[in-house]
């Protein structure tokens, strides 16, 4: 009966869970419906609710938008409105931060969150996943007289909390390991560990000095 139970459990809980995540999700869409008009809405045009359109709303909004802002016209009014928001105090503040994480998060040429690599943390000889985000900034690494590199250390088995610490090229270990299968180990505890690859080595410590990208 416990094995019966628990491959029963292996089938149904992956399956559940991701149910209501995803349910989750289309709720919180679904609640920009309440951008439009009420006549407009799906209940009153179709007599019933429709599960998604509210997803389906807030693509077309975005793709809109960015096709707007792409040309020079679109740009120009960009400008005029981030100049607005610059003249309220503390919004001028959070938009600033939200848009450069965000330019910095999408741009094409960012190496953010694309490595997965060990540290030495909390201390020397106990090691623990991180993800590269960046460069340390000029003046820490001209003051410290370290090439330093920004990682994001995670915490288990939520991993949008966590530190960022900045850690010396030379005492980094890169993996291999893609980003996915490092969110998995520490979102599962440890638990769930990544199929070794075919000729995997053991990696080698970054060079100091050694670029980033």
């Known amino acids: 009966m416990r094995k019966y139970l628990i491959a029963g459990l292996l089938v149904w809980l992956p399956l559940g869970v991701t149910v209501l995540v995803v349910k989750l999700f289309m709720d919180v869409m679904d609640r920009t419906l309440l951008l439009l008009p009420p006549d407009w809405r799906p209940e009153q045009l179709f007599g019933t609710h429709i599960p998604g359109l509210g997803l389906v709303l807030s693509l077309v909004i975005v793709v809109v938008?960015?096709?707007?802002?792409?040309?020079?016209?679109?740009?120009?009014?960009?400008?005029?409105?981030?100049?607005?928001?610059?003249?309220i105090p503390l919004v001028r503040t959070i938009y600033a931060a939200v848009k450069q994480v965000a330019e910095t998060v999408f741009a094409d040429s960012n190496t953010a969150f694309r490595k997965v690599m060990l540290v030495e943390y909390p201390?020397?000889?106990?090691?623990?996943?991180?993800?590269?985000?960046?460069?340390?900034?000029?003046?820490?690494?001209?003051k410290t007289g370290e090439e330093l590199v920004s990682v994001f250390v995670p915490t288990t088995p939520t991993p949008t909390s966590g530190f960022v610490l900045m850690v010396p090229h030379k005492d980094i270990i890169e993996l291999d390991m893609s980003v996915d299968d490092g969110l998995k180990l520490i979102m599962s505890l440890g638990v769930v560990v990544p199929a070794p690859k075919s000729g995997d080595k053991a990696p080698a410590r970054v060079a100091a000095g050694e670029a980033s990208s």
């Open 123 to 142: 201390r020397r000889d106990m090691w623990c996943l991180a993800f590269q985000t960046g460069d340390a900034p000029q003046e820490i690494r001209d």
């Open 65 to 87: 938008t960015g096709v707007v802002v792409a040309n020079l016209l679109g740009r120009r009014l960009v400008g005029i409105w981030e100049a607005i928001l610059a003249r």
